[in-house]
């Protein structure tokens, strides 16, 4: 599986932005679709996920009722919508995903990594 990601860029605080995800190759293997981040010198952060087979999603509490992870299969895209950008969402983002059932949280149960976007948050 191979995971195309776009979409970063410069936003005020207060902005949005849309992330976006194309995955390819074995795509019928894919059980979650996550997104992460890393902040310069910190550790990679799970942000959001979807479970493919039941449509449920997950979120990191710091950016619940901002954020909002989707597909829409028409387009073969998984999206990432983000609303009411602070500076602290400032960071390369991730698409990952995964063909187990490990928690789709942890960043070591994902088998495939997009290249990362970034998306800077200005104050």
């Known amino acids: 599986v191979q995971l195309q990601a776009s979409g970063g860029g410069l936003v005020q605080a207060g902005g949005s932005l849309r992330l976006s995800c194309v995955p390819s190759?074995?795509?019928?293997?894919?059980?979650?679709v996550g997104w992460f981040r890393q902040a310069p010198g910190k550790e990679r952060e799970f942000v959001a996920a979807?479970?493919?087979?039941?449509?449920?999603?997950n979120y990191v509490d710091s950016v619940k009722g901002r954020f909002t992870i989707s597909r829409d299969n028409a387009k073969n895209t998984e999206y990432l919508q983000m609303n009411s950008l602070k500076p602290e969402d400032t960071a390369v983002y991730y698409c990952?995903?995964?063909?187990?059932?490990?928690?789709?949280?942890?960043?070591?149960?994902?088998?495939?990594w997009g290249q990362g976007t970034l998306v800077t948050v200005s104050s």
């Open positions: 979807t479970t493919w087979t039941t449509g449920s999603t």
């Open positions: 190759g074995r795509t019928f293997s894919i059980h979650d």
């Open positions: 990952a995903a995964k063909s187990n059932i490990l928690d789709p949280g942890r960043a070591n149960a994902y088998n495939y």
